[in-house]
């Protein structure tokens, strides 16, 4: 799964993700975490990996992808000057300007979790001419000065799996 680069911050950089997903169904597998968690280089959050998922690092942020690549998660920081506590509304919109570049990216209403706000999204994805729809949840935390941005975007044929996925990838994003 390809997460265009205009959808990420410039820090981010991360064209490399080229990968033309396949049309394999991934929403009849089963999702279960890893023993070990990611844990980011500089030293900021944790995030669980989930079973069979390669982790690549691209411009200092993780990408997590199905082997298939129909469901894919990313994790961005942002540092804030304090850790003064941000509400939910300042949050949301900490992560929709993460990720607004995007290629017809929207998003639905903010909703209040545990720890933070989730927010639906959905966009395109142009790889070698050809257009198709993505979609997925995004999950914004304050942890201290740093607020946490968890991206999950998956293809038609994995949005089974976004459900599954941040239920058990929530639980995991922590500060280290």
């Known amino acids: 799964l390809t997460i265009p ?27 279960r975490l890893n023993q070990e968690p990611y844990k980011d280089l500089t030293k900021r959050f944790q995030v669980g990996i989930l079973e069979g998922y390669k982790v690549s690092t691209m411009g200092g942020f993780p990408l997590i ?16 000057a304090t850790d003064r506590p941000l509400s939910n509304p300042s949050l949301a919109q900490i992560a929709i300007e993460q990720f607004r570049r995007g290629e017809g990216f929207q998003t639905g209403n903010f909703q209040p ?26 999950l914004a935390r304050q942890l201290g000065k740093n607020v946490v941005v ?4 998956a293809t038609e044929s994995a949005q089974g799996d976004v459900k599954d996925a941040i239920a058990l990838l929530a639980n995991t994003l922590k500060p280290l």
């Not at 911050?9 to 997903?21: E, K, N, T, V």
């Not at 968890?150 to 975007?153: R, V």
């Open 150 to 153: 968890m991206l999950i975007c």
């Open 5 to 31: 680069i205009q959808s990420l911050p410039a820090q981010a950089q991360l064209s490399a993700l080229a990968a033309f997903p396949t049309t394999a169904d991934t929403s009849a597998h089963t999702l």
């Open 113 to 138: 979790v545990p720890g933070g706000v989730s927010l639906p999204w959905r966009g395109s994805l142009t790889l070698g001419g050809q257009t198709q729809p993505v979609s997925g949840v995004i």
């Open 65 to 80: 992808e199905a082997p298939d690549g129909n469901l894919a998660y990313t994790v961005l920081v942002e540092q804030r």
